[in-house]
């Protein structure tokens, strides 16, 4: 496999990749990009849609083993036909396929939701298509635990980076104000000392219900650190509405956390940064509400 004028080639052995590539370094790049259970990746030929190469992990997606599968039409791995053209229309146009939902056929019936990405790359013996699938219901677990809190399963940090990005942006369209709250658990550290993890993390959870329930269905709540959790206000009109939520969640976290026989009682102390007033960006605005404390 090497680059010329733009395009990835793919030296194909005689009888084509099949199903047991070489182990050559343009086959092993291949294998690399399909060797997860979560996705499948297949090269088939422009000119008759023929499947010279499909991963070794194709049975959760396609219900089926590569070696039944290769020599097969692309168009038949398809649910609806017309996926599988519009996939070919557009690398025809030159235009970008990612990230396009799909219906895979199964034979246990019912089709299978996937994410197809695919671009053309050159062969000795023509173009061929090189396309992936990741199964949706896999992706949608991945991301999530990428983007939440594995403890209270709020927003991570990541998410929250995203979310006030998109936040600065609206408030800057629309000439409004948005409000970053840094909170932080006074007393969670001894408790983690005094008592076991899992009480800790039962607190956790139990204050990032009361937090998200206290708020607008358009507020973030995430959790910054390990006693730390960051409220993101949107579309306030007036900065005196942050206060007045502060004060709302001050007396939320204070009410007793009951766990099992278990009666805790914590308090909190709540920084509070007003964009566009005390900073210009996102990062800037969580620092002014930490330092706020």
Known sequence: MHSANGYVVIRLRHGGLGTK????????????????????????????????????????????????????????????????????????????????????????????????????????????????????????????????????????????????????????RHAELLGLLFVNLDELESVNKARRRYVADGVLREIALRLTRALRDSDTVARYGHDEFVVLLDGLHDSRDADRVAKKLLGTVRRPVHLGRRCLCLSASIGIAIYPLDARDGEGLIRGADHAI
């Not at 023929?50 to 290769?70: A, D």
């Not at 692309?74 to 235009?95: F, I, K, N, P």
């Not at 006030?164 to 942006?169: E, I, S």
């Open 21 to 172: 590539p070489d182990t050559g370094p343009e086959e092993s790049l291949l294998r690399a990009a399909s060797e997860t259970a979560a996705s499948v990746t297949v090269l088939a030929r422009c000119s008759d849609g023929k499947i010279e190469y499909i991963g070794p992990h194709s049975e959760p997606l396609l219900g089926s083993t590569p070696e039944r599968l290769s020599g097969k039409k692309l168009a038949e791995l398809y649910a609806d036909v017309a996926d599988e053209r519009r996939l070919v229309q557009a690398l025809s146009d030159g235009r970008e396929y990612r990230d396009v939902e799909v219906a895979l056929r199964h034979p246990g019936g019912a089709p299978v939701w996937a994410l197809s990405s695919a671009r053309t790359i050159r062969c000795e013996d023509g173009g061929a298509i090189l396309a992936s699938y990741q199964h949706m219901t896999l992706f949608r677990t991945l991301s999530a635990l990428a983007y939440r809190d594995a403890v209270t399963g709020l927003a991570n940090r990541q998410l929250l980076i995203d979310r006030l990005r998109a936040a600065t942006a609206r408030a800057d």
